[in-house]
């Protein structure tokens, strides 16, 4: 009788209290959506900035943007946490030309970009396509001396693109030295992408220190077609030219902009996107859009007056592409500090329409947070799922066991921008961006209200 | 006691129904986005055969093309449906200039198409900027020989664009006799979007006899606030020059194909976008995209062999945007033939990445269809909301009482290009596309098997 009587004390308060956030989130939501900064911001990043190696003047100028911008967004304080980063550049511009097919003399140049951290060579040799690792290993005996291309295609059938990225990663991250340990001489790896277009999508590759560095470039989809089908009926050889090396090591700063909790007990929240972008483009999706959606987080927060009970970090990492220095100093630092934190949210998906968030908690944390799916849903999200979170909160899951997240956009158009000459300003959409801020300004409100 | 066993027993007969549901949905949609043909099918009506009102020869061209394509897609027999359209041709193009402020002269081109069925006129006035049809009913003494500008802009707040829309819409279908009806001799009208180019949006405007019938232009929102700015502080002239007429109505056709169901009482199933489009762009999103997923859903049927209970059409309508006779048409013979018509949907929202489907039916027909949301949740769908169907279908529900639906794509980009020369092909993504159909598939095959 008793817990009956709580049951049904206990509905209208419940009712209430969902009612006052759903009032608020909707409040928020409708200032984003008519006074929102985000795009303003992001056609600055990239259009007076543009893309941002690690290491690259450009870089440096988008901190200073970021840190002016932070506080323009209102963050009562900015921190600018040195860390050190690599500063990988790609020289002149690359390029892969078939220069004979069955020893008879081409000249016929294939969209390419060198891999991110490839080594500056100008070599000539044969072609042999491969189609996977397996493959690879079968045909060991074929491969010294050869340039191997790794045509390994997307899986279309996959609904979420990011599975597909995910399986056909390794080709690019160590298919050349994969094909090196067999003596191959230059690697030419087939994009990694969907699209139907000819644009090559570079991204990081690491070489395995126990084999020799050989060039590797991604070639665009309608060329890897192409040369897959000639090496099928044909001997094609092909020169590859790149002149990317490592400068020495730059000092960076992720850049912090905080909002004051009111709790005396000081926890965190962190919410964050990388500054950092590959070498082309203007790294407007990735992840010039998660730089700008933090700050539109932070500046809805201080348009509505809002008083956190926790301190929350807006952070725009350093070094996400290649090397993640900038996420590991903030761990670090966290752990040096003994700092409680509560809860890390990613966005670096795109700027496109939100559909949710995956997260990495326990069970008891990812029901609480489905409990509040009809406060999140009128804003596009239907996914609160178990997965991961962003690569830059990674080391605070690692080290702190930090719960952590990133926002889901709509995965079909990412890969036919990620890491290409494609990533530009024209390919984000303002109501998208503004969305995606919405969905994470509604989590981290409730999280920062309700605990986890 | 026996209730509990029926229930034990059927848990089990309703997972092994499911799951083999499951696994011929996915084998479609594999199909569908390795196999597609959809994507193909729009380049070709879109770049060779191009925009296509009601009435014009590209409109013939159209029907050509839909016949032969739905033979290809597999049909079992294509009928031809004649129906009656109006042929609303724009002439010369449309001009709308500032030719002074405050008396200065000036010549300042504002971007601007005539609205669907506007008359042809060449007109000089000064403006009067209105809000709302409020403020013109108050003003009803200023508006004698002026051109009224309506600047009535989409509400950014809401979510759903197609809620701004159907908020705004009234100023271009009824804005110029409204202002005709007080003594305008010229209307502008913001044009319905909330996007951040300068496009100009016709779309369907209709004349009210009792009063007389004036020239009526769309802007481009750029050049809306612009004006609307000078108009605020400045005596604003402007001159229109529209040559729209109509031509004598033409003879048109629903192109149908039909996939024969096996069941000895025949029941129809219709899926149905809208061949004809308005006079600029290409009409790929509105509603190329939607006719090429019809004809998809067909293909993958055709492809799995997959013999249907009910007939099942695939209709290509005729005159969605200035008329909507190809929908009526379809109607009335589904009438005069005493047919069973079991169910409808229409993809009309644009080629975007997919999220569900409103539908208009009753309770325990939408129960139904909800209960099979595990099965269509994989593909995107998380929407099956009590709502509208599309317009063809519209007649349909009226004079059969037939059970409707439409496809919901995301709604974000959709007023960026409708009715533009920017609804171009590009604005088309790929994967976006064949996802709506593999939706529109899972569904259809659902009410086919199970019923409604």
Known sequence: ????????????????????????????????????????????????????????????????????????????????????????????????????????????????????????????????????????????DEIKGKIVFFNYAFNQTYVETFQAYGEAGKYRYSGPSKAAQYGAVGCLVRSLSGSTDNFPHTGMMKYNDSFPKIPAAALGLQDANKLWDMCTKNLVKVSIKTHGKFLPDVTAYNVIGELKGISAAIKYITIGGHLDSWDVGEGANDDGAGVVQTMEVLRVFKAMNYKPKNTIRFVLFANEEN?????????????????????????????FTPRGFSLKLNEEQLKKIQSWIDLLQPYGTHKLEAGGGGADIGPLNEKLHTPIAELLPDSQRYFDIHHTNNDVFENVNKRELLLGAVNMTALIYLIDKYGL
Chains 1, 2 share one sequence.
């Open 323 to 351: 090397g993640l220095n900038g996420g590991r100093k903030y761990a670090e630092q966290a752990l040096a500090k003994n700092e409680e934190h509560l809860f890390a949210l990613e966005t670096d998906g795109g700027g």
């Open 1 to 140: 009788m008793k817990k009956i009587l709580i049951a049904i004390l206990a509905i209208p308060i419940i009712s209430v209290a969902q009612n006052q956030d759903a009032v608020f989130i909707k409040k928020m939501s409708d200032d984003i959506l008519t006074n929102g900064k985000a795009y303003d911001w992001l056609h600055h990043l990239t259009k007076k900035i543009g893309n941002r190696v690690s290491g690259s003047s450009a870089f440096d100028k988008a901190t200073d943007w970021g840190k002016v911008t932070m506080q323009e967004a209102g963050a009562d304080n900015v921190i600018m946490q040195e860390c050190k980063v690599p500063h990988w550049v790609r020289g002149n511009n690359d390029e892969v030309k078939i220069i004979s097919i069955d020893n008879k003399k081409q000249s016929h140049v294939l969209n390419a970009l060198a891999l991110g951290n490839s080594i500056g060579s100008s070599i000539e040799a044969n072609v042999i396509a491969i189609k996977s690792f397996d493959e690879l290993d079968k045909r060991k």
